[in-house]
Structures are given as C-alpha cells and as structure tokens.
T-cell receptor, first 115, second 116 residues
Framework: EAQVTQNPRYLITVTGKKLTVTCSQN?????MSWYRQDPGLGLRQIYY???????DKGDVPEGYKVSRKEKRNFPLILESPSPNQTSLYFC??????????????FGNGTRLTVT | DQQVKQNSPSLSVQEGRISILNCDYT??????FLWYKKYPAEGPTFLIS?????DKNEDGRFTVFLNKSAKHLSLHIVPSQPGDSAVYFC???????????????FGQGTTLQVKP
C-alpha cells in the first residue's frame, strides 16, 4: 500500500530535550516536505527536500532541522524544543518536476506537546 | 502575509443540499489550485484540483470553480452527505513558472458539518 508513515503519532516532551520525528514513504517520490498545522493558521511549510541531499527552508524553519540521506526518509529534528513548537506535524511527499505536478500525499500526523 | 485565505472557519448544511466552500488568494503567479479534505486523526487527502487555464473542474459530486480575475476559487459539493463532514483546505502552488519549488500554500481551513 502506498503510504507516508510518521512516528510517533503522539509525543509529549519537556523544553530542551532533543527529539526526532521520523517520516518514510514507499512511493519513490523525489519531493518530501514537513508542515505544521495550528488553529487559525492552516498548514505551514517547515522544510522541504527536492531530492536526496537537497533540502531547503519553508516558511517557518526556525527551531527545526531536517536531513535527506535516503530517498525514502525525511526526519524532522528539534534540537531544543520549546512550547511554541507544540503543534500537529505532517510529513508529505510527491513526484515533482518542472511542469509536472502530483498532489502531496500526507502522513497521519504527529501530535507534539512541549511542556 | 496570508497568501491563501479561507474566511469562513465553519459551514453547516443539511444532507442533500449544496455545500459551497470559498477560498481567495493574493498571488497572481499561482497557476495550480487544490482542495484537500481532512478527517480527525488523519492526514489531509487530496480531493480535486484545477489548473489556471481552466475555470471549472468536476469529479463526481465535487466541482471546483476558478475565477482568476477575482483571485477566487470555490468548491461545490452536490449533494452533500454526512460523510463529507471534515475540514477542507484549499491550496495554491506554482507549477509552470520558473519559481516552482513544489511548495503548496494552504488556507486556514473550513470545517464542514453535514447534518442528516
């Protein structure tokens, strides 16, 4: 089954304790991205990757890191989480290319609470 | 600066009637628009899209209309069913231009409730 898998689904942590949210897709997609969803703000892009070893900042990258060492994996790293990073996080992937468009496929989300 | 706006946080309609969800955008460079549907505890799923060269796209009960001069798109669901109750996000992107980064810009979402 084609899917984007995120882990964990729920995470409660304390300020400053490093954490990683994993994301894996089995569709051989070049493009992967992280979004966060907050009330009244919709989905905002954190980071994206056009292919292996190619990553770039989205609209709200502060406090986050990513890496893309393999095509299927795109982990999101919070080196020192803060309460304002409490949010619902989604990983997504798609085929990508100039003039080629395929819709983003999203994972089921990770609910992060930072106390 | 919210480039894609959904000004109605919620909408309630009766089963069998039409649901109309609206979305406005500010960036005239956007050339592709999408609607996503999101149920609780799930990720958004793609529903329907439209290219800027069209003004209408239909898929079963779902039709998206694009008015480029007004920078406005809408999603019509006819007839509405209780299973359509979800959060709907509109999104815009640049596919054909030189600034294509693959990024989707999302609106804030509209929660649709379809009452039996």
């Amino acid at each position: 089954e084609a899917q984007v898998t995120q882990n964990p689904r729920y995470l409660i942590t304390v300020t400053g304790k490093k954490l990683t949210v994993t994301c894996s897709q089995n569709m051989n997609h070049e493009y992967m991205s992280w979004y966060r969803q907050d009330p009244g703000l919709g989905l905002r892009q954190i980071y994206y990757s056009m292919n292996v070893e190619v990553t770039d900042k989205g609209d709200v990258p502060e406090g986050y890191k990513v890496s893309r060492k393999e095509k299927r994996n795109f982990p999101l790293i919070l080196e020192s989480p803060s309460p304002n990073q409490t949010s619902l996080y989604f990983c997504a992937s798609s085929l990508r290319g100039r003039g080629v468009f395929s819709p983003l496929h999203f994972g089921n989300g990770t609910r992060l609470t930072v106390t | 600066d919210q480039q894609v706006k959904q000004n109605s946080p919620s909408l309630s309609v009766q089963e069998g009637r039409i649901s109309i969800l609206n979305c406005d955008y500010t960036n005239s460079m956007f050339d592709y628009f999408l609607w996503y549907k999101k149920y609780p505890a799930e990720g958004p799923t793609f529903l329907i899209s439209i290219s800027s060269i069209k003004d209408k796209n239909e898929d079963g009960r779902f039709t998206v209309f694009l008015n480029k001069s007004a920078k406005h798109l809408s999603l019509h669901i006819v007839p509405s069913q209780p299973g359509d109750s979800a959060v709907y996000f509109c999104a815009a992107t640049l596919v054909y231009g030189s600034g294509n980064t693959g990024k989707l810009i999302f609106g804030q979402g509209t929660t649709l409730q379809v009452k039996p």
